[in-house]
């Protein structure tokens, strides 16, 4: 699962000669609390470069209390989760956000992402601790660090940036 996501995450530099060492280079991407790299040039075959940098991608797991059934309080927790991806967009900090089409039978199913454009794990950790499907362990992140195309944007992330 984690390379087809990669598959279609990936966007230029087919090979990892050209890049500069990402934050969690000299550790596991799970403990990384460095900033993120600064944007570097990469080869694009056909295009030029394509200016790279560091990001924070959170897969969301299914948790231990994710149930496929809809109650009252999973329709809450998912309302409260909605809310707070907005909320998140609103800062500028969050770049994409969406789930997985996961059978309703796979309870170990990665259903989401986030990826974030902010400088260390403690403000993932910070961001998404505020997103009431986590807290209740219906979802559970995974942090890991991305490496790929500077500029990236969210849907609606210019008009919270431009006055």
């Given at each position: 699962?984690?390379?087809?996501?990669?598959?279609?995450?990936?966007?230029?530099?087919?090979?990892?000669?050209?890049?500069?060492?990402?934050?969690?280079?000299?550790t596991?991407?799970?403990?990384?609390t460095?900033?993120?790299?600064?944007?570097?040039?990469?080869?694009?075959?056909?295009?030029?470069?394509?200016?790279?940098?560091?990001?924070?991608?959170?897969?969301?797991?299914?948790?231990?209390?994710?149930?496929?059934?809809k109650?009252?309080?999973?329709?809450?927790?998912?309302?409260?989760?909605?809310?707070?991806?907005?909320?998140?967009?609103?800062?500028?900090?969050?770049?994409?956000?969406?789930?997985?089409?996961?059978?309703?039978?796979?309870?170990?199913?990665?259903?989401?992402?986030?990826?974030?454009?902010?400088?260390?794990?403690?403000e993932?950790?910070?961001?998404?601790?505020?997103?009431?499907?986590?807290a209740?362990?219906?979802?559970?992140?995974?942090?890991?660090?991305?490496?790929g195309?500077?500029?990236?944007?969210y849907?609606g992330?210019?008009?919270?940036?431009?006055?």
């Open positions: 699962m984690r390379l087809v996501l990669l598959a279609l995450v990936v966007t230029a530099c087919a090979t990892t000669s050209s890049r500069p060492a990402s934050p969690a280079a000299s596991s991407t799970a403990t990384t460095s900033a993120a790299a600064p944007a570097t040039a990469c080869p694009a075959p056909g295009a030029g470069t394509v200016e790279m940098r560091s990001y924070f991608l959170v897969l969301l797991h299914r948790g231990p209390t994710w149930t496929a059934e109650t009252p309080e999973t329709q809450r927790l998912f309302e409260g989760h909605m809310a707070n991806i907005q909320a998140m967009a609103r800062t500028g900090k969050l770049v994409l956000a969406g789930p997985f089409d996961a059978p309703a039978t796979d309870k170990d199913a990665i259903a989401g992402l986030f990826l974030f454009d902010v400088s260390s794990k403690e993932v950790e910070t961001m998404i601790a505020r997103d009431p499907a986590i209740a362990q219906r979802l559970v992140p995974e942090i890991l660090t991305w490496y195309p500077a500029g990236l944007t849907p992330q210019l008009e919270v940036l431009t006055p």
